[in-house]
């Protein structure tokens, strides 16, 4: 089974580079809701990781997913903070 992130740029590299395997980028709702969809026809997918920032832009394809009786794939919320400022400011 693999696990597939969606989230902003950021979090997807640095999930990818910890060992996730397949991350997708999500900017808008659209194309959050077209790369969910493609995680849940994906039958290798067992585990879909979604930032909280993309689960509230599609919050009732999250919800219908999390009360259906399929136990895979898993889906979880997880928390996403913002944007880091410049790292040298000097």
Do not use: Q, W
Not at 22 to 48: F, M, P, V
Request: aromatic residues 4%; proline residues 7%; glycine residues 8%.
């Amino acid at each position: 089974m693999k696990v597939a992130l969606l989230a902003s740029r950021r979090m997807v590299i640095g999930f990818l580079l910890g060992g996730v395997h397949t991350g997708y980028i999500c900017e808008n709702a659209e194309e959050s809701r077209a790369h969910l969809d493609a995680c849940l026809k994906d039958s290798d997918i067992g585990i879909i990781l979604v930032s909280k920032t993309v689960a509230s832009m599609i919050p009732d394809r999250i919800h219908d997913i999390k009360s259906s009786s399929d136990l895979i794939p898993v889906i979880s919320v997880i928390p996403d903070g913002p944007e880091p400022g410049p790292f040298c400011t000097g």
